[in-house]
Structures are given as C-alpha cells and as structure tokens.
C-alpha cells in the first residue's frame, strides 16, 4: 500500500525556518518522484518544489527559490523541504504527492500526481 506521511509543520515567525518530511512507503523513490504543495483554503494547491532523486532533478516555483531547499534520503525513503526566510504568503497546508518519473506533464502541476500525504499546516505570522 503506498502511503505518505508528512511533518515538521507548525507556527514560525516571519524569517524563520521549518522543515517539513515527507516518508514514503509502499514504493522507492527510485522510480518515483516526490512533489511538495501548498493550499491556502478557498484556492487552488498549487506547486512549491518536487525532486527526482534517482536523477538529481528539483524544480521550484519561483516565489520559493533562493528560499527553499528540497532534498531526498534513499536510504529512508525521506524526502525533505528546508524552508527559510519563512514570509506570512507561505502559510498554508502543505502536501507530498508521488508519481512515477518518465511520463509527462509538469512536475509542479497536482493533477499529474497520484498519492498524496494528509498535509501538515504552516502558519508564518509574528
């Protein structure tokens, strides 16, 4: 069964650091890519980062380069998003989805996911 298992989520100032974790089971990150996520209620989840690691491809959006740093450990089929210089725009509910590599479409765009974690929320405010 695969399943996604987000944390690390909580209340930090604005310029601050989080990082959320992402654990994956039921498949290796080997074939498959991890993309993070974020929705404000009321709108669309829209892309923030995704890796493939097997690769050593990562794409960003670009209000988060420069900002946040998405990173993959094999060996505990982790994959990871350090973000710093937190601003109060960042809040929201992220997610980890997976897909497999090698197809197309966008790997910033939520439909071409297949699994997805239950989110962890993040609130930027002072």
């Known amino acids: 069964e695969v399943q996604l298992v987000e944390a690390g989520g909580g209340l930090v100032q604005p310029g601050g650091s989080l990082r959320l974790s992402c654990v994956a089971s039921?498949?290796?990150?080997?074939?498959?890519?991890i993309g993070w996520f974020r929705q404000v209620p009321g709108t669309e989840r829209v892309g923030v980062s995704a890796s493939r690691s097997s690769e050593g491809i990562t794409y960003y959006t670009p209000s988060v380069k420069g900002r946040f740093t998405i990173s993959s450990d094999n060996a505990k089929n982790t994959v990871y998003l350090q973000m710093d210089n937190l601003k109060p725009e960042d809040s929201a509910v992220y997610y980890c989805?997976?897909?497999?590599?090698?197809?197309?479409?966008?790997?910033?765009?939520?439909?071409?996911?297949?699994?997805w974690g239950q989110g962890t929320q993040v609130t930027v405010s002072s």
């Open positions: 989805a997976a897909r497999r590599t090698g197809y197309g479409g966008s790997y910033l765009m939520s439909v071409t996911y297949s699994y």
């Open positions: 039921g498949f290796s990150l080997d074939a498959y890519a």
